[in-house]
């Protein structure tokens, strides 16, 4: 069994995971209200927060799969990127567990997780495949050959599609995260109400900030009152530029690349505009359900299965990363 930890931004994950990919379980223990009235995940109180319940999240998972300890054969923890603080936590306590029992270690790329979730049963895809990961801290487009490794073909020049949902949602007035707030509020709105802006910076490139401004200004000329009367068609025209920006370039990338298989990961995998736009694709997607989603451990389990473990006790000097590599 492989038992995966996961705590490179604000949510405190564990899971056990079967070689072959069966998820036997998958804790994520939220802090979003913990961060919810900064408007945004403070890194120190992360990392603090972290600390208090990564043991209690850790002995969770297991209990949920069944197994103890003296079952788990291998030990993976996210690596990076993320917040250091926040990073050191798991992969501190990760080390400590596989060292106490001179289990090996796997050290994971937190986005190779998101770009491998969908290779988890019970429906696996199989590669070559595209994936659009598109999170709160990262937005892009890889193609994968082999699960072991994959290829980033565009990526956002500036800032990713989950933080212009939530910055969005914080011009709005509505809470934090705001994804799951502008998607619900989107739904009574006309997404043809407001013309907002889709930046083209490359062929497979994202650039949402221009964006961000946009809704801003517009909000501004509104004044408080016309906002607020307005909220939903400005969330769903929002989200609809969002949703148009990512589309055309996956749409892009499956014409180039000649490939037909699809997954989608990170956060904004959740929204339901996105959702329904890849199923109207008219080829084969994977959708992940929304634990896989969204920051979790049976994903970095799912990476550390295509990644080379360090034998005990190499991998006590270990640093994690805050930057991809
Ligand atoms: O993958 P994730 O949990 O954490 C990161 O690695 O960043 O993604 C969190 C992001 C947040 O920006 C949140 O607003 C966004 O995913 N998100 C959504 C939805 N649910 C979460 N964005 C759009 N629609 C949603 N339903
Ligand atoms: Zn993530």
């Known amino acids: 069994m492989i038992l995966a930890i996961e705590t490179s931004c604000d949510d405190t994950c564990a899971a056990v995971v079967h070689p072959d990919g069966e998820v036997r379980s998958n804790v994520i223990a939220s802090q979003g209200l913990l961060h919810e009235r900064y408007g945004g995940v403070v890194p120190e109180l992360a990392a603090r927060r972290h600390l208090e319940l990564v043991d209690a999240v ?7 799969a069944g197994i103890g300890l003296d079952d788990v054969r291998t030990v993976a923890a996210t690596r990076g990127p993320g917040l250091i603080g926040a990073l050191l936590v798991g992969l501190s306590s990760a080390k400590a567990l596989a060292a106490a029992r001179g289990l090996p270690l796997v050290p994971v790329d937190h986005l190779h997780g998101h770009v491998v979730a969908s290779t988890l049963r019970p429906d696996p895809i199989e590669p070559p495949y595209l994936c659009l990961v598109a999170s709160g801290g990262h937005t892009f487009v ?50 043809r109400a407001f013309a907002f802006p889709r930046a083209a910076p490359g062929e497979l490139d994202f650039s949402f900030s ?22 939903a068609d400005l969330a769903a025209s929002y989200q609809r530029a969002i949703v148009d920006a990512l589309m055309a370039r996956v749409e892009s990338a ?16 959740a929204n339901s505009e996105l959702r329904s736009a890849v199923e109207r694709l008219g080829m084969r997607v994977w959708t992940p359900p929304l634990a896989l989603c969204t920051d979790n451990a049976a994903m970095i389990a799912a990476a550390a299965r295509f990644t080379e473990p360090l034998p005990y006790p190499e991998y006590l000097g270990l640093d994690a990363m805050a930057r991809a590599a």
């Open 210 to 231: 221009g964006l961000k401004t946009s809704l801003l200004y517009r909000v501004r000329e509104l004044g408080e009152e016309e906002t607020a009367r307005r909220r």
């Open 142 to 191: 890889a193609r994968v050959d082999d699960p072991s490794s994959y290829e980033r073909l565009g990526s956002t020049v500036d800032d990713a599609a989950g933080e212009a949902f939530d910055k969005g949602a914080r011009i709005l007035g509505l809470g934090y995260p705001g994804g799951p707030e502008i998607d619900r509020l989107a739904r009574a709105g006309d997404p």
């Open 254 to 269: 499956l014409d180039r690349e000649r490939v037909e298989r699809l997954a989608i990961g990170g956060g904004v995998a």
């Open 58 to 64: 850790t002995a969770d998972a297991l209990e949920r």
